[in-house]
């Protein structure tokens, strides 16, 4: 069997894309490898036998989908452990699984630290712009002087702008420079359940054993611990005898300390005792420099007027940033067709744009509702006054925009119409935003309404 062209593989990947939860996609198969092994066979390298298991129950079938609706054919695939750590962060909630294999230390025999790492979150990867240098200089810092300069080192900033990457490569570069190092990393909702369960087994010495024994404790989106008393107790009392001990610790949130939720005064002045860096979203010139980054890692020539074009539509996150690119790489790969700036904006107009947390349609409807003074059941129904066709089309175009339903989904929120219709209303809302100055102030000041911006 050949290797799979890059090509094949793209398309591969975007059909992956296509069909799993975006989570899942990008946690287990951004760094997929799938090796030709005899006839009609590939093998999936996995770091250890739980990654093995997890993904062969995950992606044999849409990997089989995949071969068969693209090439027509579905070979064996075969998820084989391999010697190399090739694989990623753990699935949520399983920081408890084996830990990838280490680069081989002769001599004392190879202490395994209990963390499941990304292998490209590194610093080397990590792009530096006036947006992240302080967290950046920070986290070298720190990762070359453990527990001597910045303790805790708090990195916060909004999500998707690197914070994980930065706390994996701080990981790194202090196992490379120590292998033996007891770097101890999980995300703070492993923390939270480790404890429950702790409660709930009465096992709360090993629990508390567990993390007071590390060198280095790593606590991703500490966030978490919002509104959740015992476990802020708990983890200060973990804190107090790590910091006692001259330990480094880590965190990160996705707000400052001062604004997690019911935060206690003993736990946040904690958190406050080291250096607090804050990572913003990068400017164009970073977000491109970006681009070329991950463009260059898979090995693919993209002009700089489609990584232009695609860091001037996507402004904050750059997990959206990187999803951009992929969509367009797979997009040209599934049509057969050069990566060029026509091809991309075809791509990306279609993107909705970024959905701020927990907005549903029911709330975007409410608002438009109140604004346009109709009640929410006008928008669902068949009712046709000029002016509520129009609250509803509004409507509809910013559920689209802002939520990235289907259309035929869409359709069933809005008294069950077809996805034409859906479509029709949209283009309609378009095509008024261009030359309606009223309508486009009417819809600037909803956005603003429903993204809280
Ligand atoms: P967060 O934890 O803040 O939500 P992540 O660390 O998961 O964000 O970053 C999201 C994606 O963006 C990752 O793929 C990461 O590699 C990438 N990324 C973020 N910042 C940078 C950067 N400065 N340079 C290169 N890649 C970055
Ligand atoms: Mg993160």
């Known amino acids: 069997m050949m290797p799979l062209t890059a090509q094949d593989k793209e398309k591969i990947l975007s059909y992956l894309e296509t069909r799993l939860e975006p989570k899942v996609y990008d946690t287990w198969c951004r760094s997929l490898e799938l090796e030709p092994a005899g006839d009609n066979a590939y093998r999936v390298p996995t770091a250890n036998p739980f990654y093995r298991d997890w993904l062969e129950k995950l992606l044999r079938k849409p990997l089989e989908d995949a071969f068969s609706n693209l090439f027509g054919r579905t070979p064996d695939l075969v998820f084989q452990v391999n010697a190399s750590p090739a694989f990623v962060e753990a699935p949520a909630g399983r920081s408890a699984a084996p830990a990838a294999a280490l680069p081989a230390t002769p001599e004392p ?5 209990d963390f499941v790492y990304n292998p490209n979150y590194t610093f080397d990867n990590f792009i530096e712009g006036p947006s992240n240098r302080m967290g950046f200089a920070a986290a070298v810092a720190v990762s070359e002087n453990p527990a001597t300069l910045y303790n805790p080192l708090f990195i916060h900033g909004g999500v998707g702008l690197g914070k994980t990457h930065l706390l994996q490569a701080i990981c790194h570069a202090i196992l490379q420079r120590n292998p033996s190092a007891k770097v101890l990393y999980l995300s703070c909702e492993d923390f939270v359940n480790g404890y429950i369960y702790a409660i709930q087994k009465k096992t709360l010495e090993a629990f508390r054993s567990r993390y007071r024994n590390a060198d280095v404790l790593v606590v991703d989106d500490i966030h978490f611990l919002a509104d959740k008393e015992g476990s802020q107790e708990e983890f200060f009392h973990t804190f107090n005898a790590l910091h006692m001990a001259g330990r480094q610790m880590i965190l990160s949130s996705d707000q400052p300390a001062g604004d997690i939720r019911s935060l206690t005064q003993q736990l946040l002045s904690r958190f406050r005792s080291g250096f607090e860096a804050r990572i913003m979203s990068p400017a164009y010139e970073t977000r491109l420099a970006i681009l070329r980054g991950k463009a260059d890692a898979r090995r693919v020539e993209v002009n700089q007027d489609v990584l ?28 057969k067709r050069p990566v060029d700036l026509q091809l991309a904006q075809e791509v990306l107009r279609e993107t909705p744009a970024p959905l701020p947390a927990s907005l549903s349609i029911a709330e975007i409807q409410q608002a438009v509702a109140r604004y346009f003074h109709k009640k929410v059941s006008d928008l669902h129904s068949r009712r046709w006054t000029k002016s509520t066709s129009q609250a509803r089309q509004i409507c509809i175009y910013l559920c689209r925009k802002f939520t990235g339903t289907s259309l035929e989904e869409l359709g069933s929120h809005f008294g069950g119409k077809d996805h034409t219709t859906m479509l029709y209303s949209i283009r309609k809302v378009e095509k008024l935003l261009t030359k309606n100055a009223s309508i486009r102030a009417d819809v600037e000041r909803l956005t603003r309404e429903i993204t809280g911006k």
């Open 308 to 335: 232009g074009y695609i860091a001037s539509i996507v402004e904050t996150n750059i997990r959206e940033l990187e999803g951009a690119l992929t969509k367009v790489l797979g997009y040209a790969a599934l049509a």
């Open 109 to 113: 025999p190879p202490v395994i630290p």
